[in-house]
């Protein structure tokens, strides 16, 4: 057997241990209960808790890693796994390994915890398996590079690196690590789970902008600064909520229950998913009611016509809403 098989089998070896330690639990569950989507939410949790650094976890380990890639021996092929190190460096620190494709002060590491690591912080592990796939935003294929060069041009505020930029091809290297032994085409169920429950969403005009700012203040601002841009933890410095350094309207962090999702399930890092979903998306609300980058090709997006609601970018909505009087009022 060659060093690839082996290092590649050890891998799989840890994820099918976990999978057969859910089966278990499923089959204990079977036992006491006959709903099926009883035994498919505890698969959920499972599996999540068995893979992921779990959501509740707070400020202290937001330097943890599950799988560490500057370990020794991640792959046997030297080229490959310097790669794969520079993929998650780019993704903690773009600024230094990515200067010419980044606009802000935000790292990929910022929105995805634990370099992608964590459940319901955005997780990344498996994602790769998952491309390519039709998005709505883009009404076409896209594949795994688009997604990241969209995070680029959106969450970075910058400008997507071309496929075969070595910027592009190592943070392929590191998402595809983190999806190795995961089934092609098959979503694992922990992706997508920075959500508002659509039964749970307060139509965005209705969102009291001042009454998210009171919340942000108590809840937020002891890390995030009242001014948002973030203080220094010594574990970890977030980066800028708004302004110049931030993510750009296109981002999909602008769109207010999307980020709402995020606040509710990845945030306070203090005491995670404790907040109620309204204070969720009156945090967001007034997160995103601040100035920001304007994403230049906004006009491309949702070219089927229908945009959705939330998106701050949508003028037609937001040019007489209460939001943007807010940030004229706080510039
Ligand atoms: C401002 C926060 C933010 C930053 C910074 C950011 N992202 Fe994202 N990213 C998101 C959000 C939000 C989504 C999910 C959007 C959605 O649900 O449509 C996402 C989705 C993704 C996905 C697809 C995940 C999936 O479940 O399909 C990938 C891959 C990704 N980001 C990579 C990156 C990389 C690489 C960087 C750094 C170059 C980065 N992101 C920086 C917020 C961010
Ligand atoms: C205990 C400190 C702490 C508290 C309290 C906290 N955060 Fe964070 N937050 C962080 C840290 C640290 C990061 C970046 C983590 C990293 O880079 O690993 C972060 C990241 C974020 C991000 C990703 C984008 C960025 O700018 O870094 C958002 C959005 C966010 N927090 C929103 C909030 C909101 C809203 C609240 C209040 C409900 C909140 N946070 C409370 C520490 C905190």
Not at 1 to 24: F, P, Y
Not at 31 to 50: I, K, Y
Not at 238 to 252: E, K, T, Y
Not at 266 to 283: N, V
Request: glycine letters at 8%; hydrophobic letters at 40%; a negative charge.
């Amino acid at each position: 057997m060659t060093n690839m098989q082996q290092t590649g089998l050890r891998k799989m070896t840890i994820r099918k241990a976990s999978l057969h330690a859910v089966t278990a639990m499923g089959l204990t569950l079977v036992a006491c209960t006959s709903s099926e989507s009883a035994l498919s939410d505890a698969e959920t949790t499972v599996q999540a808790s068995e893979l992921l650094i779990p959501a509740a976890a707070t400020l202290e380990r937001v330097g943890e890693l599950l799988y560490d890639p500057m370990a020794d021996s991640i792959h046997p092929d030297p080229r490959m796994a310097s790669m794969i190190r520079l993929g998650f460096q780019i993704s903690q620190d773009p600024q230094t390994y990515a200067s010419e494709f980044v606009g802000n002060d935000l790292t990929c590491g910022n929105c995805h915890l634990n370099a992608g690591q964590r459940d319901r912080a955005l997780p990344l592990l498996g994602v790769a398996a998952t491309f390519p796939q039709y998005r709505r935003r883009d009404d076409r294929l896209v594949s795994l590079e688009d997604r990241i060069g969209g995070c680029f041009k959106r969450s970075m505020n910058g400008t997507a690196p071309p496929y075969d930029h070595p910027v592009m091809l190592a943070l392929d290297a590191y998402l595809n690590w983190l999806s190795e032994g995961f089934t092609m085409g098959e979503r694992p169920a922990w992706l997508g789970q920075n959500e508002i429950a659509v039964e749970a969403r307060i139509p965005i005009e209705e969102l009291d902008v001042n009454g998210g700012e009171e919340l942000y203040n108590l809840h937020c601002a002891p890390c995030h600064g009242l001014d948002g841009q973030g203080i220094d933890l010594i574990l970890a410095k977030p980066g800028p909520l708004w302004g110049p350094l931030s993510w750009n309207d296109g981002a999909g962090a602008a769109r207010i229950w999307k980020l709402a999702g995020y606040i509710k399930h990845a945030m306070p890092l203090t005491a995670p998913g404790t907040l109620t979903d309204e204070e969720a998306q009156l945090i967001s609300a007034y997160v995103n009611s601040h100035e920001r980058p304007e994403y230049p090709d906004k006009d491309s997006d949702f070219p089927d016509g229908t945009r959705p609601a939330d998106a701050v970018y949508d003028t037609l909505v937001f040019a007489t809403h209460p939001l943007m009087r807010a940030s004229r009022r706080q510039p």
